[in-house]
């Protein structure tokens, strides 16, 4: 799906949420966010019968209902990387939810957003792949500063010794893989590293207030 069509979506999505009727919206979103938790899977938060109560309940079409849901768990994910609720406001304005669905949102997320960040925190510790990974090697060759040595020598003894390469190899169930990262690459891979480590440092940290 392209940007465009997820913009169009999380509009129409805002829209039928906001169509609900607000005191119906905070045990909308509790049930969704606690169906997450214990299905472990957005496909089965709600059952095929509940979908079809649902539909009825709010006077909504199957494929309004369901936008509805993937709606309300894109505003949770979101509300999870925000992290702070001073933030979180300013985020439902930008997405034009409306003020009187604001506040089921927001107490949905007072009652059941520990346990949901709890949640995606274990979700990302068990991450994990059926594959073993049998070895793994590196290499970094750094670039030298000129000096008197001569540059035959120096390429005798390293012969990559101008063009700062870092050398990833690893095995998995016998397939052989090289990687090979110029200084750039390594820099920008280096910056994304920095970059999700200090996510998971926050997250931890906000999650240790709750």
Not at 71 to 79: A, D, G, K, L, S
Request: hydrophobic share 40%.
């Amino acid at each position: 799906m392209c940007i465009r069509d997820r913009e169009y979506s999380l509009v129409n999505g805002i829209q039928y949420l906001n169509s609900l009727k607000p005191q119906k919206t905070q045990l909308f979103c509790e049930r969704i966010l606690n169906g997450l938790i214990e299905s472990k899977s957005s496909s089965e938060v709600f059952k095929e019968t509940e979908i079809a109560q649902l539909c009825t309940l709010f006077s909504m079409e199957r494929p309004a209902l369901l936008l509805t849901i993937d709606t309300v768990m894109y505003i949770y994910r979101q509300c999870a990387f925000i992290r702070l609720p001073k933030k979180i406001l300013p985020f439902f304005q930008q997405i034009n939810l409306s003020e009187e669905q604001m506040e089921g949102v927001m107490l949905a997320w007072k009652a059941c957003g520990n346990n949901y960040m709890t949640f995606l925190k274990d979700q990302s510790a068990c991450l994990t792949t059926d594959q073993k990974l049998d070895s793994f090697s590196w290499k970094l060759g750094m670039p030298m500063a000129k000096s008197s040595v001569e540059s035959s020598v120096l390429g005798d003894i390293m012969p990559n010794s101008r063009s700062s390469i870092a050398e990833l190899s690893f095995e998995i169930k016998g397939e052989k893989s090289d990687i090979k990262l110029n200084k750039t690459q390594l820099q920008g891979l280096y910056e994304e590293f920095e970059k999700i480590q200090i996510k998971i440092d926050e997250l931890t940290k906000q999650i240790t207030q709750f």
